[in-house]
T-cell receptor
Framework: DAKTTQPPSMDCAEGRAANLPCNHS???????VYWYRQIHSQGPQYIIHGLKNNETNEMASLIITEDRKSSTLILPHATLRDTAVYYC???????????FGEGTQLTVNP | GAVVSQHPSWVICKSGTSVKIECRSL??????MFWYRQFPKQSLMLMAT?????????EQGVEKDKFLINHASLTLSTLTVTSAHPEDSSFYIC???????????????FGEGSRLTVL
């Protein structure tokens, strides 16, 4: 399964955009990119996912490069409650293994 | 939206006892469920992949006789930690997939997690 690489930590000022990068250079054509976040002692929370096209929902935007080897999660106006560990996951077909990388600890500062 | 529920959310037990954690998909049929273990300040570590009606596939290093996984129905998977010891204390999380009909677009949903403390 494709592995992902993320920076271990990032800081962002409250109200500013948070841009979280993810490298997934071995992704295959049918694999989707998913983003989740985990706040301490809770289960991961779904944020967004995509295949090729950029995606946007009420939480975030997902920018996937044309070669699909990397992506960026954008939180347009970060708040203190967005402080969490963000995981970028490449998902294989149903029934296959689903593994997590180390994620990025995003800290939003006042 | 779809919800995956785990029970109990936390449990404390004595060393040597067995503990069962349930993972339920509340409004969809989950063909595949994943079980994870997470230690403090670490990422989620995949323990096993469970497909309904078949034996679970365990990750290397995970003892199948110690961590019993049963996925007998499309809405319920259970993880039983047998003869628990203090080193089994951890945060256990399940995930369920709901196929959406298209290749490789199975939606992923996570439970709230179950914190196990073995004394």
């Amino acid at each position: 399964d494709a592995k992902t690489t993320q920076p271990p930590s990032m800081d962002c000022a409250e109200g500013r955009a948070a841009n979280l990068p993810c490298n997934h250079s071995t992704i295959s054509g049918n694999e989707y990119v998913y983003w989740y976040r985990q706040i301490h002692s809770q289960g991961p929370q779904y944020i967004i996912h995509g295949l090729k096209n950029n995606e946007t929902n009420e939480m975030a935007s997902l920018i996937i490069t044309e070669d699909r080897k990397s992506s960026t999660l954008i939180l347009p106006h970060a708040t203190l409650r967005d402080t969490a560990v963000y995981y970028c996951i490449v998902f294989l077909r149903s029934g296959s293994r689903l593994t997590f990388g180390e994620g990025t600890q995003l800290t939003v500062n006042p | 939206g779809a919800v995956v529920s785990q029970h109990p959310s936390w449990v404390i037990c004595k060393s040597g006892t067995s503990v069962k954690i349930e993972c339920r998909s509340l409004d969809f049929q989950a063909t595949t469920m994943f079980w994870y273990r997470q230690f403090p300040k670490q990422s989620l570590m995949l323990m096993a992949t469970s497909n309904e009606g078949s034996k679970a596939t365990y990750e290397q290093g995970v003892e199948k006789d110690k961590f019993l996984i049963n996925h007998a129905s499309l809405t319920l998977s259970t993880l039983t930690v047998t003869s628990a010891h203090p080193e089994d204390s951890s945060f256990y999380i399940c995930s369920a997939t709901r196929p959406s009909g298209r290749v490789n677009t199975g939606e992923l949903f996570f439970g709230e997690g179950s914190r196990l403390t073995v004394l």
